[in-house]
Each structure stands twice: as C-alpha cells, then as structure tokens.
C-alpha cells in the first residue's frame, strides 16, 4: 500500500476586516502568528510563515513556545533577505532572556544576527506608523503577558476655537496658547493569551473596530481547562461582545480539542444573531473564502482563480 503524502502546506489564514488583512496561523499549543500588513506588525511568532518577514515589527505577547518559537528565525531571515534588522517589542520580563536567546544564536549560526528587543511596560507606546503608537495593555495568562492597541492619533481644534479666524488662531498660538488637543483612535487591538481581566473591557478593547481575540476552548466542559490554563472560553464572548463595539472580532487560537462546526455552533448558541455575525475565525478557512468571494462580488472587482496557489484563470 501506499502510504499517504503529508499535507503540503499547512494554510494560512486570511480575513479582510476592511481596511486591515488579517493573516497568519493560530492554532492553542501549536503556534500562532498574525499579521496586518497595513499596520505593519506581526502579533506573536510562534513559527515564520514567509509572508510575515515584510513587517519590521514584532509584538511578542508572552513567552510560551507557540507564541515566540519564530523569533530567531525571523530576524536572521530578514537580514539574509536584506530587509533591514528587526524589531521585537516584548513584556518588559522578556527583554533580557530573549536578547540572551539570541546570543545563544551566535556560536549557532556563526553568525552575529543584529536584532532589536524593546521590553514594554503596562501602557508604554511605541511608534508603529506616521501618528500611530502601539500601546502595550497588561493581561492575565499567569505568565508576563501583554496585549496590543494600535492607535492614531489626531490634532484637533480646540471646540471653544471653532469660527475664529486664522489670523485670531495664529495670534493665540503665537502667544503660545495651546490651539489643539490630541484626539486617541483606537483601529486595531489583540489580546495575545489571557483569561477574562477588567482590562480586556478598557477604552482600546471596546472602541477598536477590528478586535483580535483569543478563544481557545468552545467545549461546555471545558471550563476547568481554560480557568486552568487562563484563557478564555466561548462563554465569555458574550460580556465581550457586548463591550466590543468592533464591526469585526477575528478568534485566534482555537483548540484542537474543538473542531470548527463545533466552535462554530457554540459561538451561534452563546451569541444573538446580531453578534454572532460579527465574529469570525482566522483558520475557518472555509467560511473565509465564501466570506471574501462575496466581498470580491460585492466590489465587482475579479482575482485570478488559484488552485493550490497557482492562478489558473486570468
Ligand atoms: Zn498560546
Ligand atoms: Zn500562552
């Protein structure tokens, strides 16, 4: 008999959450990594898929193995590659024993990868794009463990100015009154691992209209496992959903323990229509490219055909 081939490619994910793509790998113990190229991050690397060496930043939640296994492999990547040295953004406990792995690389590879590892506090920001900060959000994994928000940030009119005129605008300012004030946009949050924690519910979590969240076990008797491991399970969607006011939660790390259908139907039972319409799985592939045919529909653009990755139509 003829034994069977492996699979020839695990598959990626992908959602279009406009105007963020959502792409990557997320499977509870296994690995995950998530990009939004249009941010320019990657949120977590539990493995390197190619696709995510275009982004010069990493945002490391915590350091279980599925969460960082990528990481060497990424920086020495896109330097081999001629991308430029990455930069990691890690839990502030992190920043030490990752720069440590990565001197244990040297003698390893022979090579002296240059990398950047930045450990972040509770609400310390760091530059993502022009006017926009990733804001590192403490979590509750039992481990250090942070969540990201990426935000924008506007200067806007101070509304007692609103009518004067430029030259009245300018004469304050030039009297050094401040004219503006900064208004805070949150456009993207993930959660990395975390159980149920006051704050999954602060302003980034609930204004964001693309949330990205964990929800690893979706079985009724699973609540002990997820309690044990904190995270989170289906039966906290709903207090979530009804602070998120996201167009778009994206479910990362779903257990094996789970298949789709199931966590799937869980999430209808949990969830009213309403909600439940606005939650999708990165890895539930099927439903995803339905999903994205319609939107492709819905523009009436086209995309070639592909069939194992290969376009087969014009
Ligand atoms: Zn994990
Ligand atoms: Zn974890």
């Given at each position: 008999m003829i034994p069977k081939r492996p699979l020839l490619c695990e598959r990626l994910g992908f959602l279009y959450c406009p105007p963020w793509r959502v792409q990557g790998s997320s499977i509870a113990g296994e690995g995950t990594v998530v990009q939004v190229p249009e941010l320019d991050v990657v949120f977590d690397l539990g493995w390197c898929p190619r696709?995510?060496?275009?982004?010069p930043l990493v945002a490391i939640s915590h350091g279980h193995m599925d969460h960082v296994g990528g990481l060497p492999y990424w920086f020495s990547q896109r330097v081999f590659q001629k991308m430029g040295v990455g930069r990691c953004v890690c839990p502030k406990r992190l920043e030490r024993p990752l720069m440590n792995m990565m001197a244990g690389w040297v003698p390893i590879e022979n090579q002296d990868t240059p990398y950047q590892v930045q450990g972040l506090e509770h609400l310390e920001e760091v530059d993502l794009k022009p006017n926009t900060r990733l804001r590192a959000i403490e979590m509750n994994h039992g481990t250090a463990s942070l969540g990201y928000a990426a935000i924008e940030y506007r200067s806007k009119l101070r509304?007692?100015?609103?009518?004067?005129?430029q030259s009245q605008l300018k004469e304050l300012r030039d009297r050094g009154d401040e004219i503006t004030y900064r208004l805070e946009i949150p456009l993207l949050a993930y959660t990395g691992d975390t159980q149920m924690?006051?704050?999954?519910?602060?302003r980034e979590f609930c204004e964001a209209p693309v949330v990205l969240s964990e929800c690893t076990f979706f079985n009724p008797n699973h609540r002990d496992r997820a309690r044990v491991g904190r995270h989170l399970h289906v039966e906290d969607l709903p207090e979530l959903m009804e602070a998120w006011k996201a167009k778009h939660v994206v479910l990362l790390?779903?257990?094996?323990?789970?298949?789709l259908e199931e966590a799937r139907q869980r999430i209808e039972e949990v969830l009213s229509e309403e909600d439940a319409s606005r939650v999708h799985m990165l890895m539930d592939h099927r439903r995803n490219r339905t999903r994205y045919d319609q939107q492709l529909e819905d523009s009436g653009q086209s995309h070639p055909k592909m069939v194992d990755g290969v376009a087969v139509e014009p």
């Amino acid at each position: 008999m003829i034994p069977k081939r492996p699979l020839l490619c695990e598959r990626l994910g992908f959602l279009y959450c406009p105007p963020w793509r959502v792409q990557g790998s997320s499977i509870a113990g296994e690995g995950t990594v998530v990009q939004v190229p249009e941010l320019d991050v990657v949120f977590d690397l539990g493995w390197c898929p190619r696709m995510v060496l275009s982004s010069p930043l990493v945002a490391i939640s915590h350091g279980h193995m599925d969460h960082v296994g990528g990481l060497p492999y990424w920086f020495s990547q896109r330097v081999f590659q001629k991308m430029g040295v990455g930069r990691c953004v890690c839990p502030k406990r992190l920043e030490r024993p990752l720069m440590n792995m990565m001197a244990g690389w040297v003698p390893i590879e022979n090579q002296d990868t240059p990398y950047q590892v930045q450990g972040l506090e509770h609400l310390e920001e760091v530059d993502l794009k022009p006017n926009t900060r990733l804001r590192a959000i403490e979590m509750n994994h039992g481990t250090a463990s942070l969540g990201y928000a990426a935000i924008e940030y506007r200067s806007k009119l101070r509304p007692d100015l609103a009518g004067l005129s430029q030259s009245q605008l300018k004469e304050l300012r030039d009297r050094g009154d401040e004219i503006t004030y900064r208004l805070e946009i949150p456009l993207l949050a993930y959660t990395g691992d975390t159980q149920m924690c006051p704050n999954l519910l602060r302003r980034e979590f609930c204004e964001a209209p693309v949330v990205l969240s964990e929800c690893t076990f979706f079985n009724p008797n699973h609540r002990d496992r997820a309690r044990v491991g904190r995270h989170l399970h289906v039966e906290d969607l709903p207090e979530l959903m009804e602070a998120w006011k996201a167009k778009h939660v994206v479910l990362l790390h779903v257990s094996r323990r789970s298949s789709l259908e199931e966590a799937r139907q869980r999430i209808e039972e949990v969830l009213s229509e309403e909600d439940a319409s606005r939650v999708h799985m990165l890895m539930d592939h099927r439903r995803n490219r339905t999903r994205y045919d319609q939107q492709l529909e819905d523009s009436g653009q086209s995309h070639p055909k592909m069939v194992d990755g290969v376009a087969v139509e014009p």
